[in-house]
T-cell receptor, first 112, second 114 residues
Framework: DQQVKQNSPSLSVQEGRISILNCDYTNSMFDYFLWYKKYPAEGPTFLISISSIKDKNEDGRFTVFLNKSAKHLSLHIVPSQPGDSAVYFC???????????FGKGTRLSVIA | ETGVTQSPTHLIKTRGQQVTLRCSSQSGHNTVSWYQQALGQGPQFIFQYYREEENGRGNFPPRFSGLQFPNYSSELNVNALELDDSALYLC?????????????FGPGTRLTVL
């Protein structure tokens, strides 16, 4: 039973355009959400997070939106750059001492 | 500041064998979490160690065990290897166990079981 779902295995975007990566979750106890980026032969790198008390968090070119009623979050990258090409993982956890639950990831390709 | 390191990078074993994977946490970090990432899947939590004690465990059988040492480095041991244990094993360290403590991941150990 997948609690965190990333339904798009891959996404291709032209350089300079917006990339939108989506994530859905089923566990209503989740209240902290994170996005990680992973390059080949490297471990996942933390990108941005959002607490359930917010609906938007922005860090430079990266913005995460949270829609609690829909149990949906999205990561927007504007403008997309070739260096953004990587696998992006959505992760979630609740307020207790529980581990991160990851989605399967979305492979983003930014084409120059 | 040294990041999270893992050894070995790659490992090939046969069914039934035992394996030990190692992780050195980032300087100052007292918490280590281990994850298994099978092909095409996201990382799946195995267990976490906080100040040398197991502090949570995922849905993995007892043949997956671990240790954390006084310097906060850690080992993951897997006994009686099965073909399905073939995966990338990721270690992550953090300053603590709370929600705001960002996890820093190592590059992983790629285990192949034949």
């Amino acid at each position: 039973d997948q609690q965190v779902k990333q339904n798009s295995p891959s996404l291709s975007v032209q350089e300079g355009r917006i990339s939108i990566l989506n994530c859905d979750y089923t566990n209503s106890m989740f209240d902290y959400f994170l996005w990680y980026k992973k390059y080949p032969a490297e471990g996942p790198t933390f990108l941005i997070s959002i607490s359930s008390i917010k609906d938007k968090n922005e860090d430079g070119r990266f913005t995460v939106f949270l829609n609690k009623s829909a149990k949906h979050l999205s990561l927007h990258i504007v403008p997309s750059q070739p260096g953004d090409s990587a696998v992006y993982f959505c992760a979630a956890r609740d307020s207790g001492n529980t581990p991160l639950v990851f989605g399967k990831g979305t492979r983003l390709s930014v084409i120059a | 500041e040294t990041g999270v390191t893992q050894s070995p990078t790659h490992l090939i074993k046969t069914r039934g064998q035992q394996v030990t994977l190692r992780c050195s946490s980032q300087s100052g970090h007292n918490t280590v979490s281990w994850y298994q990432q099978a092909l095409g899947q996201g990382p799946q939590f195995i267990f976490q160690y906080y100040r040398e004690e197991e502090n949570g465990r995922g849905n993995f059988p007892p043949r997956f065990s671990g240790l954390q040492f006084p310097n906060y480095s850690s080992e993951l041991n897997v006994n009686a290897l099965e073909l399905d244990d073939s995966a990338l094993y990721l270690c992550a360290s953090s300053l603590g166990v709370g929600q705001g403590n960002e996890q820093f991941f190592g590059p992983g150990t790629r285990l192949t079981v034949l």
